[in-house]
């Protein structure tokens, strides 16, 4: 095997591994978010793109180079050619044949597991980002739900203080009226003694004026009957002289 196909074969392997790993169950998908965090990837995340599509390129041109060889040893022709001659040969050119496509393997599946180690490395960060943000919407829902309880206790018991508070004032205007319906009728009861001792002082004083004129008129009549008996009284006196 040449130096670049042990390289390939090398960088088969070691993808291998890494999607192993990245695929074991007890590492979460934070803790690899973790990882691609550090800042060493923001520093050679410019190189990283271009030594993607290069690797890309360079798996591409040695998976055609092995389609090529494995066309070129796998055709009729060859293998009539080659079996016609030596045994040698014709062994030569089946091991040349298992080689290609050995390389046509291993070129193949490099530039699989490559797409798929990429595509992989995007999906566990997506799920990382997905798993923190349901933590962040689920600690919101929660504070959410908490302020809404709490809202509507404290709604509740507003609900609880306006009725008592309601029910006080109801209370405190019943009592009001009451003393005022009480009131009222103290005060009817007083406008109508008055009214009685009223109409009583009026009576009265239509009385005495009844009184009043009669004792006048008792006067008149007592005073000129004191006239006439001085005027009869001093004219006996003149008859006696």
């Given at each position: 095997m040449t130096i670049q196909w042990v390289a390939v074969a090398s960088?088969?392997?070691?993808?291998?591994g890494l999607i192993l790993i990245f695929c074991l169950p007890f590492i979460p998908?934070?803790?690899?978010?973790?990882?691609?965090?550090?800042?060493?990837?923001?520093?050679?995340?410019?190189?990283?793109?271009?030594?993607?599509?290069?690797?890309?390129?360079?798996?591409i041109v040695l998976f055609l180079d092995a389609v090529r060889e494995v066309r070129k040893y796998s055709s009729s022709q060859v293998?009539?050619?080659?079996?016609?001659?030596?045994?040698?040969?014709?062994?030569?050119?089946?091991?040349?044949?298992?080689?290609?496509?050995?390389?046509?393997?291993?070129?193949?599946?490099?530039?699989?597991?490559?797409?798929?180690?990429?595509?992989?490395?995007?999906?566990?960060?997506?799920?990382?980002k997905e798993i923190i943000n349901k933590g962040v919407l689920k600690t919101q829902a929660e504070n959410t739900n908490k302020a809404?309880?709490?809202?509507?206790?404290?709604?509740?018991?507003?609900?609880?203080?306006?009725?008592?508070?309601?029910k006080n004032e109801e209370h405190i205007l019943e009592t009001e009226n009451k003393k005022l319906a009480e009131e009222q009728e103290k005060l009817k009861t007083e406008l109508k003694k008055a009214s009685d001792a009223l109409f009583k002082a009026q009576n009265d004083v239509m009385t005495m004026k009844a009184q009043s004129e009669r004792l006048s008129k008792e006067?008149?009549?007592?005073?000129?009957?004191?006239?006439?008996?001085?005027?009869?009284?001093?004219?006996?006196?003149?008859?006696g002289l």
């Open positions: 960088f088969l392997y070691a993808e291998i998908p934070q803790r690899w978010q973790r990882i691609f965090s550090f800042s060493v990837w923001g520093k050679i995340a410019s190189f990283w793109n271009k030594a993607f599509l290069t690797i890309i390129i360079l798996l293998t009539e050619s080659t079996s016609a001659g030596r045994s040698n040969a014709y062994e030569h050119t089946q091991m040349k044949l298992f080689r290609s496509q050995r390389n046509l393997y291993i070129s193949g599946f490099s530039l699989f597991f490559w797409l798929v180690l990429r595509r992989l490395v995007t999906l566990i960060t997506q799920l990382a809404a309880k709490k809202f509507l206790e404290e709604n509740e018991n507003l609900k609880w203080v306006l009725k008592n508070h309601g006067y008149d009549r007592l005073l000129k009957e004191h006239s006439e008996l001085q005027n009869r009284f001093e004219k006996d006196n003149k008859k």
